[in-house]
């Protein structure tokens, strides 16, 4: 299984030539470095929740003009796909086969934003390896201590540097994938990058510094 991070929270996870898309929010698109075109190929598309930086309908609708792929979400998001006119498969929770990848979802809270109420939030286990907590740092989450991959958000409006590795040091996983990272300068995400390396290497924790666009890691 390979995952490439496509700045932020986009993602895709690749796996026997299926291709599996998480979250691709308007942060990623931003400034043009990411545009619909690289995900043509897409098999399915996953959205955790409906904050803008990760589900925007306008991006959905201009990867879907190039592909046949399959939306997987909430609820909550499923709403506003239905109204626009676009099919979806509800997934909240429990396990669900998608191509080759099995998914568990797990309802989770989302950390809590200024005058901002929670929306509905789905974290995931990927083929029971990667766990993709999206934005919590719940310890409802430590079930999954020791897992091999945590996809770990590195910056939010939600938490600093100290509340985001003291949830990685109490899930100890075996690798750490940054996420959640792409509203900062690229010289900016290199120094938090290498701070967290230096952090987690004092744990035989491997984190990935992954910068490039397209980027990514293998799993076994």
């Known amino acids: 299984m390979k995952i490439k991070k496509y700045l932020h929270s986009c993602l895709v996870f690749e796996q026997d030539g299926y291709k599996l898309l998480f979250d691709p929010g308007q942060f990623s698109f931003a400034e043009g470095r990411v545009t ?4 043509a190929d897409t098999d399915s598309i996953v959205i955790t929740h409906i904050h803008p930086d990760h589900f925007d309908l306008d991006i959905l609708k201009s990867i879907l003009a190039l592909n046949n792929a399959k939306i997987y979400t909430n609820k909550q ?3 506003q796909l239905q109204k626009a006119g676009l099919p979806f498969s509800l997934i909240e929770s429990g396990k669900h086969e998608i191509g080759p990848f099995i998914l568990e979802a797990v309802p989770v809270t989302h950390e809590p934003l200024l005058d901002n109420p929670a929306p509905q939030m789905t974290a995931f286990v990927i083929n029971n390896k990667v766990l993709h907590p999206v934005d919590t740092l719940s310890d409802e989450l430590l079930a999954y201590k020791g897992i091999d991959v945590l996809l770990m958000v590195t910056m939010a409006p939600f ?3 100290l509340k985001i590795a003291a949830f990685a040091d109490k899930l100890q996983p075996r690798q750490v994938l940054p996420v959640h990272d792409g509203y900062a300068r690229d010289f900016f995400i290199k120094q938090r990058y290498a701070n967290y390396k ?4 004092k744990q035989g924790i491997l984190f990935h510094e992954v910068l490039a666009i397209g980027e990514g890691i293998d799993v076994e």
């Open 36 to 39: 619909a075109d690289m995900f």
């Open 77 to 79: 998001v499923g709403e």
């Open 159 to 161: 938490a600093n540097e």
């Open 198 to 201: 230096r952090h987690f290497e």
